[in-house]
């Protein structure tokens, strides 16, 4: 299975600080479609997960664009221009390039 | 607007079995596949596998083949997970999710909280 790693495990900022997580795949997530199926996602406390960003970069359509997506085959970035209230919980990547689908072991984004 | 309803929180016995349902509404049932995945304290979010929402095919991960058996009632627009054989192990929140092209969850259930306890 591909194996996705987060770092850092979590991030204590305060609001209108930039913030960036990083995620690495043990496995090129270039898929046979030319397509990268890396997408993120964000639980806040006591909620379900919520969407975020696919295929890398693409923000879906409720998402604030202070949040933007990059990188390729196996180093992928999410970034925050500006941390809001809203923004605490834990951010996750997961890839659905390879089955079965993973997930990495989430980063908590805490309020200073 | 798309919904993802799943049942309510599963108290079960050792080597007993539960099924739990995600009923969609908002869409059209049969146009999208349906994943489950587990989450745990120790072991953070896990696939188990997905089913085709028109035919009834699945796809597991080998992990949860023998665990876990994915159905749908199109009827009703219900998508199900029986976990079978229960232990510990298997206490956690299973959410449902909405598959879209390949790879991608755009909905996600509000989860069940299935506990294994004698």
């Known amino acids: 299975d591909v194996v996705m790693t987060q770092t850092p495990v979590s991030l204590s900022l305060a609001i209108g600080q930039p913030a960036s997580i990083s995620c690495k795949s043990s496995q090129s997530l270039l898929g046979t479609s030319g397509k990268t199926f890396l997408n993120w996602i964000l639980q806040r406390p006591g909620q379900s997960p919520k969407r975020l960003i696919y295929q890398v970069s693409k923000l879906y359509s409720e998402v604030p664009d202070r949040f933007s997506g990059s990188g390729s085959e196996t180093e992928f970035t999410l970034k925050i221009s500006r941390v809001e209230a809203e923004d605490l919980g834990v951010y996750y990547c997961?890839?659905?390039?390879?089955?079965?689908?993973?997930f990495g072991a989430g980063t908590k984004l805490e309020l200073k | 607007q798309v919904q993802l309803q799943q049942s309510g929180a599963e108290l079960a016995k050792p080597g007993s079995s539960v099924k739990i349902s995600c009923k969609a509404s908002g869409y059209t049932f049969t146009s999208y596949y349906i994943s489950w995945i587990k989450q745990t304290t120790g072991q953070g979010l896990e696939y188990i596998g997905y089913?085709?929402?028109?035919?009834?095919?699945?796809n597991y991960n080998e992990k949860f083949k023998g665990k876990a058996t994915l159905t749908v009632d199109k009827s009703s627009s219900t998508a199900f997970m029986q976990l079978s054989s229960l232990t510990p192990d298997d206490s956690a929140v299973y959410y449902c999710?909405?598959?879209?092209?390949?790879?991608?969850?755009?909905?996600w259930g509000q989860g069940v909280m299935v506990t294994v306890s004698s």
């Open positions: 089913i085709n929402t028109g035919s009834g095919g699945t």
């Open positions: 999710a909405r598959l879209i092209g390949r790879g991608t969850h755009d909905y």
């Open positions: 997961w890839q659905g390039t390879h089955f079965p689908y993973t």
